[in-house]
């Protein structure tokens, strides 16, 4: 049994894909890194609003960055976070789809 910090840890994790507009963020990221503007146009929300939920997938380490010239371009962290989308979805797809028969 795991320790119940690590599992705190964890629960404080899975809060960050709480939000919808994250959650749109990460599954756009899984396609390509992308910048704060081509998210901001693809999603129709501001800037603002992009740069705030980037903010804080980069401190949960979720989203990672890297500084081309002026121009700063966010991608996924690592492969964990595309397969809990992943797997996610998945997930999502089945219960629908069952409920559906």
């Not at 705190?8 to 629960?11: N, P, Q, S, V, Y």
């Not at 890194?33 to 503007?37: I, L, R």
């Given at each position: 049994m795991e320790s119940k910090e690590l599992l705190?840890?964890?629960?404080d994790f899975f809060?960050?894909?709480?939000?919808?507009?994250r959650i749109r963020i990460l599954e756009l990221l899984t396609e390509k890194?992308?910048?704060?503007?081509e998210i901001a146009e693809i999603l129709?929300?501001?800037?603002s609003a992009v740069s705030h939920q980037l903010k804080?997938?980069?401190?949960?380490?979720?989203?990672?960055?890297?500084k081309k010239g002026q121009m700063v371009t966010y991608r996924l962290a690592d492969e964990h976070i595309?397969?809990?989308?992943?797997?996610?979805l998945e997930h999502i797809r089945e219960e629908k789809n069952e409920k559906d028969l």
């Open positions: 705190t840890e964890l629960g809060k960050i894909f709480a939000d919808p507009t890194e992308k910048c704060v503007g129709g929300v501001s800037q804080l997938l980069r401190l949960a380490n979720v989203v990672s960055t890297e595309r397969i809990i989308i992943q797997y996610g």
